[in-house]
């Protein structure tokens, strides 16, 4: 019982990390409907960054305790590079599904080349850090308290998105431009200004799941692809822009993930491309997305 049950915690402390990515896919198609296959590149540069910055501190005399907070940080300012690319990606968008797909798999390209340039070939870790807070054991279950922060922050991610796109004016705003660009413009809704913070949170999601994940798992240019991989298998199981279905996407495929390292490693991204499968059989437009008109 007790394999089972950290097989379950090590699915749902990869999805996590999974969701942030995805909720800021999900957040930039719902309102722009751009299809940014350089999320992963965004989210490797989150991770090497966050590598970079938290040893800088720590070579400074900074506790090792402050490390999650350094690595948020990181992220968050990290993930301004939304600001330029929003400019470069608007011009795409409104654009068919295959020239977004193409334009930003070669950014994802260009971005990947730019990481070997400034960090190199070889993977940035941070050792053990990740068991600075020890591990919470219940019974024969062991868990780093780091990875349960992880999945709390996550959750708080959660829960604090659907507050803010459901229950604020901005959010109620960004819902509207999502809805009809060219009546939200007519009402006084700044739709360029919209644009760019949407982008902009987007990408500090991607930036602060790939920061978070480093102490855990070294930084590698190969990462980014790997994610976008998954992101995009949680996006077609939940449903091309809906939140709920990012965070459902994301806990499948954490589990489904988890399961098949434990039993059968070859079969990892199979197993969980064959849900994908499944679900576009069964619901061609994900769990909770809204069929085409």
Known sequence: ???????????LFHASVL????????????????????CG?????????????????????WPPLLFPLVLIATGVVVGLIGVPLERLLRLISGRPESFQLLLTFALLLM??????????????????????YGTLTMGEVAVPVYNLFVMAMALLMALGLGYFLSRTSAGKILRATAENRDTSAAMGINVSRVYMRVFT???????????????TAAASLEMGVEL?????????????????GAAVGAVLVGLIRAAAIAFYPEAETLAIYAIVLAVLIWRPAGLFGKAAD
């Open 1 to 11: 019982m007790s394999s089972y049950l950290n097989l379950v915690l090590a699915g």
């Open 19 to 38: 969701f942030l990515v995805s909720a800021g896919l999900q957040l930039i198609f719902g309102v722009q409907r751009i299809l940014n296959l350089a």
């Open 41 to 61: 590149a965004i989210y490797a540069l989150g991770a090497y960054s966050g590598v970079t910055v938290t040893q800088w501190a720590l070579s400074h005399g």
């Open 111 to 132: 971005l990947q080349e730019s990481l070997r340039f400034g960090w190199g070939g070889y993977p940035q870790q941070l050792g053990d850090l990740s068991m600075a």
């Open 201 to 215: 949170l987007g990408t500090m999601l991607g930036t602060v799941g790939g920061a978070l994940v480093v102490p």
């Open 228 to 244: 976008v991989v998954e992101a995009f298998a949680v996006v077609v199981i939940g449903g091309l822009g809906s939140m709920k």
